[in-house]
């Protein structure tokens, strides 16, 4: 089983962001891994994106909302389509938009706490003005998560927000010190803070990286993966950031990781932060 932890298919309002109206972004980012733009996005197309996943071994693809991002946004009910038509190939996390918590309060309740979501997504570094994550405005939301088990996935990392100090690892030292009941995703895994990040996770158990595009072929992999054999192990997520990564990726990711440890990394980390239930071996059967 291999669940990628940040897949983005041609559904919805994901066609109309830049991720996809951009590919020669996503091109680019696929020469990374030797590889060219997927068909499934040069046509737009769900059912090659269906047929990518089983190709490569892909079970589930965790679908996310996006709020208030300013280049454009998947409103939630869209997701909840998504996952509703797409049963056992999708899940979802809720969008919130991080200038308004009595809305992200209001909204997870709907799709989380009263709806089929897994948990909630925060981009505070890319509304307009950009905001940290670490904002007081944002701690509610926080208190009302931590409240109800959901776990947060966060973007810091990447081009997370106006400068790289929106990914500063001082931001999720400190949500994670505030709020040791949240599991925290890292999605871009800190990137370009990759030792500071790693350093921060050593002290807080309760944060999970996802460097999704950033581990391959970027400075510092090679860290990420120090850490994995050592004390991430338990706590870091494969994920390719499609459309900006073919699903071909997991090929790549393979090859980083001793093969032991793979089914941690492509199913069960994945699977207890979203508290699905356990599956024991082949993720890492046929590599």
């Known amino acids: 089983m291999i669940i990628d932890f940040r897949l ?20 680019s980012y ?9 068909p499934s996005i040069e046509q737009e197309s769900m059912e090659l994106t269906l047929k990518e996943m089983d190709e490569n071994g892909i079970d589930i693809g965790l679908a996310t ?11 939630n009910d869209v997701v909840i389509d998504l996952v509703t038509r797409y049963p056992r190939r999708f899940l979802g996390m809720a969008g919130l938009d991080p ?9 997870l309740h709907r799709t989380v706490v ?8 925060l981009e505070p570094g890319a509304v307009r003005p950009a905001m940290y994550g670490n904002d007081p405005h944002l701690y509610p ?12 996935m966060i973007m810091l ?26 599991n925290f995703i890292i999605s871009h895994g800190g990137w370009p803070w990759v030792q500071a990040v790693l350093g921060v996770c050593f002290f807080q158990q309760n944060i999970y990286l996802s460097p999704d595009l950033y581990l391959f072929n970027q400075p510092g992999w090679q860290d990420y993966v120090t850490a994995v054999n050592t004390y991430m192990q338990d706590r870091f997520l494969y994920a390719s950031a499609y459309p900006f990564m073919p699903l071909s990726a997991v090929a790549t990711f393979k090859k980083m990781f001793p093969k032991p440890l793979l089914d941690k990394l492509l199913y069960q980390n994945a699977a207890k932060v979203l508290k699905l239930e356990p599956y024991s071996g082949g993720s890492g059967d046929d590599c």
């Open 30 to 38: 696929a020469a990374n891994i030797g590889a060219g733009l997927a």
């Open 99 to 107: 200038r308004d918590w009595r809305g992200c309060i209001k909204e």
């Open 141 to 152: 939301v926080y208190a009302e998560c931590e409240k109800y088990g959901i776990p947060v």
């Open 157 to 182: 990392g990447g081009n997370a927000g106006p400068d790289v100090s929106y990914s500063f690892p001082q931001i999720i030292h400190q949500l994670a010190a505030d709020f040791p009941g949240i």
């Open 65 to 75: 909302g996006r709020a208030a991002h300013f280049a454009g946004g998947m409103d």
């Open 114 to 121: 009263d709806g089929p979501l897994k948990g909630v997504v």
């Open 8 to 27: 983005r298919p041609p559904f919805g309002d994901y066609v109309n962001l830049g991720m996809y109206k951009n590919k020669a972004r996503c091109a």
